[in-house]
C-alpha cells in the first residue's frame, strides 16, 4: 500500500480511458502486484477494449505513476514479471552479437 493508503482509493487516480476518454468502472482495474515500493494495475476499457498498465510508486515527494497502453492480457504481464533479471552480462552480449555483421545465424545459435 502507498502510505498507509488503501489501493482501492489510490486506484481512483486511472479515471478514463486514454484512447476513447470513457470513465472506467473500478470494477475493470485489477491490481496484479502490490509491494512497500508501490503497485501495479491493469485496466481493460469496457468501450474500446484498449488495455492500460500502471505502476504506480510512492516516493517522499508524493505518488508517482507510470502507465503505457498494452495488447497484453493481465496473465502475459504477469508471466513476464515471474522471469529472470537481465544482467550486465546478458546486455554486452546482446551488443556483441548485434554489432557482428552475421547477426541472423548468431540470433540462430541462440534459438
Do not use: H, W
Not at 13 to 32: A, G, T
Not at 67 to 73: G, H, Q
Not at 75 to 90: G, I, P, S
Request: glycine content about 4%; hydrophobic content about 40%; overall charge negative.
Amino acid at each position: 500500500m502507498l502510505n498507509n493508503i488503501p489501493s482501492s482509493l489510490n486506484l481512483r487516480l486511472i479515471r478514463s480511458c486514454p484512447v476513447c476518454n470513457q470513465e472506467y468502472r473500478q470494477s475493470m482495474i485489477q491490481v496484479l502486484d502490490e509491494s512497500e515500493m508501490g503497485f501495479l494495475t491493469y485496466a481493460t476499457c469496457s468501450t474500446c477494449g484498449a488495455n492500460l498498465l500502471t505502476k504506480f510508486s510512492s516516493l517522499p515527494q508524493g505518488v508517482i505513476g507510470n502507465a503505457i497502453l498494452t495488447d497484453l492480457r493481465a496473465e502475459e504481464v504477469l508471466e513476464f514479471a515471474d522471469r529472470e533479471v537481465l544482467t550486465e552480462d546478458d546486455v554486452l552480449y546482446i551488443q556483441q552479437v548485434i554489432s557482428k555483421k552475421d547477426l541472423l545465424n548468431s540470433i540462430k545459435k541462440i534459438s
